[in-house]
């Protein structure tokens, strides 16, 4: 049913409880996991168009996500990972489309109205924009 999972992970404390979630299911349909984070600070958000190097946000990205994939593969599940630039709605949804996934899983964490107009909602704009099926966990509180 699910081929290809996209695994949006924010390197946060959040994503401890999507993992688990998105490797079990991995592991029933026999699903590869593909790990997303969209790197979104200044450098990142302007990388390509001023042709600058890799700031320590990018490189601590990229490791974050290999340690998370080590972590999973050592679970059983084929996993890749892709590091994103720039708007995180935008990319999650463009690679989605891609690499022809399945299904897009995702934290929410809650936030009503204010929290909401402060830290954004990636979700909101990726559940209205996207045509592939969105898995949401639940963020515990850290």
């Known amino acids: 049913m699910y081929q290809k999972i ?5 390197n946060s404390p959040a994503d401890k409880s999507l993992v688990p979630h998105v490797t079990e299911l991995a592991r029933h349909f026999g699903s590869h ?5 969209v790197a979104d600070g200044w450098v990142a958000r302007n990388f390509d168009q001023l042709q600058l190097a890799e700031s320590e946000e990018i490189k601590n990205d990229r490791n974050y996500l290999e340690q998370t994939a080590a972590s999973i593969r050592s679970a059983g599940v084929n996993v890749s990972t892709h590091l994103a630039l720039g708007d995180p709605p ?3 949804l463009k690679t989605a489309e891609r690499e022809q996934c ?3 899983a ?3 964490h809650g936030h009503r109205l204010l929290g909401d107009l ?3 909602s990636t979700i909101s704009e990726v559940r209205h924009k996207s045509s ?5 966990v639940r963020a515990e509180r850290c």
């Open 90 to 92: 935008t990319e999650i």
């Open 102 to 104: 399945d299904l897009i």
């Open 106 to 108: 995702m934290t929410m």
């Open 118 to 120: 402060i830290h954004g």
């Open 33 to 37: 996991l593909l790990l997303v984070h």
């Open 132 to 136: 592939t099926p969105i898995l949401l």
């Open 6 to 10: 996209l695994v949006a992970l924010e």
